[in-house]
């Protein structure tokens, strides 16, 4: 098997909590090269935790011949600039969310992207987890008829360390591009990508001079159906789904958020009663890993990825736009 000698930019908690330990896991897909960072202290953590070559700078790894595909964990502010350099020296690319700040900058790497048949993947592992698997299959099989509303939230207390990349305007940061992008991508997720967001409100927080939460519906353009969404980081915990149709209800918690190995759970109320789905324990950030081996090796339609892609930039910008209108 023909391994992808990958890329890492940046040293972010992400990569070291969850997507290195996976990568380290799928010998026979991945070879980490080396890491670029410009944080010399979680360089050298990240050297001796994972046996990993180290590099002081971004560009070792992005204008390295050996690498042909690059993880980027570093903040929204700095994605379009480095998702840019990649594609330039020919490099597949895995980007954390939000894939830009912008959605005039989301058409451009996209149009990049695929004018050179590169991947270039905005990372949701949830989409790769067996709960929402589960609740796709459900759906299907008309367990509650035709679907009528959805809501979605993602929302958390406020973080202590008021210095967090979240609360910093200059690197992208605020609640829609973090946590409102999730619910943005679940309602495409069960209801398709024809939808259009009708009304949205965003709180500013003068003291950071972003948002820290807010709220919108979005609404199908060829039906009534509509998903309503909340999320933000001055919230009361919650992170959950709720599908309601004609002939019953799905309802998930933790949908965005459950740990690599839990046992997951969806609640299913129809016609027949209640019915509580426990699910087989699994790793979504191994599944997204494997899922983007495929498509840098061709076994995948890289044109998903870009629709995908499009539309979740275009639907965070409507939010935007129409917020508190």
């Given at each position: 098997?023909?391994?992808?000698?990958l890329?890492?930019l940046?040293?972010?908690?992400?990569?070291?909590?969850h997507?290195?330990?996976?990568?380290?896991?799928l010998?026979?897909?991945?070879?980490?090269?080396g890491v670029?960072t410009?944080?010399?202290k979680?360089?050298?953590l990240f050297?001796s935790?994972?046996?990993?070559?180290?590099?002081?700078?971004y560009?070792?790894?992005v204008?390295?011949e050996?690498i042909?595909?690059?993880?980027?964990?570093?903040?929204n502010?700095?994605h379009?600039?480095?998702?840019e350099?990649?594609?330039?020296?020919?490099?597949?690319?895995?980007?954390?969310?939000?894939?830009?700040?912008?959605?005039d900058?989301?058409?451009r790497?996209?149009?990049?992207?695929e004018?050179q048949?590169?991947?270039l993947?905005?990372?949701?592992?949830?989409?790769?987890?067996?709960q929402?698997?589960?609740?796709?299959?459900?759906?299907?099989d008309?367990?509650i008829?035709?679907?009528?509303?959805?809501?979605?939230?993602f929302?958390?207390?406020p973080f202590?360390?008021?210095?967090?990349?979240?609360?910093?305007?200059?690197l992208?940061?605020?609640?829609?591009?973090?946590?409102?992008?999730?619910?943005?991508?679940?309602s495409?997720?069960?209801?398709?990508?024809?939808?259009?967001?009708?009304?949205?409100?965003l709180?500013?927080?003068?003291?950071?001079?972003?948002?820290?939460?807010?709220?919108?519906?979005?609404?199908?353009?060829n039906?009534?159906?509509?998903?309503?969404?909340a999320f933000?980081?001055?919230?009361?915990?919650?992170?959950?789904?709720?599908?309601?149709?004609?002939?019953?209800?799905?309802?998930?918690?933790?949908?965005?958020t459950?740990?690599?190995?839990?046992?997951?759970?969806?609640?299913?109320?129809?016609?027949?009663?209640t019915?509580i789905?426990?699910?087989?324990?699994?790793?979504?950030f191994?599944?997204?890993?494997?899922?983007?081996?495929d498509?840098?090796k061709?076994?995948?339609?890289?044109?998903?990825?870009?629709?995908?892609?499009?539309?979740?930039s275009?639907?965070?910008?409507?939010?935007k736009?129409k917020?508190?209108?």
């Amino acid at each position: 098997m023909c391994m992808v000698n990958l890329g890492i930019l940046g040293c972010a908690n992400i990569a070291e909590r969850h997507i290195v330990p996976a990568l380290k896991r799928l010998t026979g897909q991945y070879n980490i090269v080396g890491v670029g960072t410009r944080n010399k202290k979680r360089g050298e953590l990240f050297k001796s935790k994972f046996n990993l070559s180290i590099y002081d700078n971004y560009e070792s790894i992005v204008n390295n011949e050996a690498i042909n595909a690059v993880y980027i964990p570093l903040p929204n502010s700095l994605h379009e600039e480095w998702i840019e350099n990649s594609l330039k020296t020919k490099k597949h690319i895995l980007v954390e969310k939000s894939l830009t700040t912008s959605f005039d900058a989301a058409l451009r790497v996209n149009k990049i992207a695929e004018k050179q048949n590169l991947v270039l993947v905005e990372n949701f592992q949830f989409r790769f987890h067996i709960q929402t698997k589960k609740i796709k299959q459900l759906l299907n099989d008309e367990e509650i008829g035709e679907i009528r509303n959805v809501r979605s939230t993602f929302c958390f207390p406020p973080f202590a360390n008021k210095e967090n990349i979240r609360y910093q305007k200059k690197l992208g940061g605020g609640s829609l591009l973090d946590a409102g992008a999730y619910p943005v991508k679940v309602s495409q997720i069960i209801l398709g990508d024809n939808l259009e967001v009708v009304d949205s409100n965003l709180y500013l927080d003068k003291t950071f001079g972003l948002d820290t939460w807010g709220n919108a519906t979005l609404k199908c353009l060829n039906s009534s159906v509509c998903s309503q969404i909340a999320f933000g980081f001055d919230n009361f915990y919650q992170c959950n789904l709720e599908i309601l149709g004609s002939r019953g209800k799905i309802t998930a918690d933790r949908i965005f958020t459950s740990p690599p190995g839990s046992v997951s759970a969806i609640k299913l109320e129809n016609d027949n009663g209640t019915k509580i789905i426990k699910l087989e324990p699994c790793n979504h950030f191994e599944n997204m890993l494997l899922y983007f081996y495929d498509l840098v090796k061709g076994k995948r339609n890289l044109k998903n990825e870009y629709v995908e892609n499009i539309n979740q930039s275009r639907l965070i910008n409507e939010i935007k736009e129409k917020t508190n209108r």
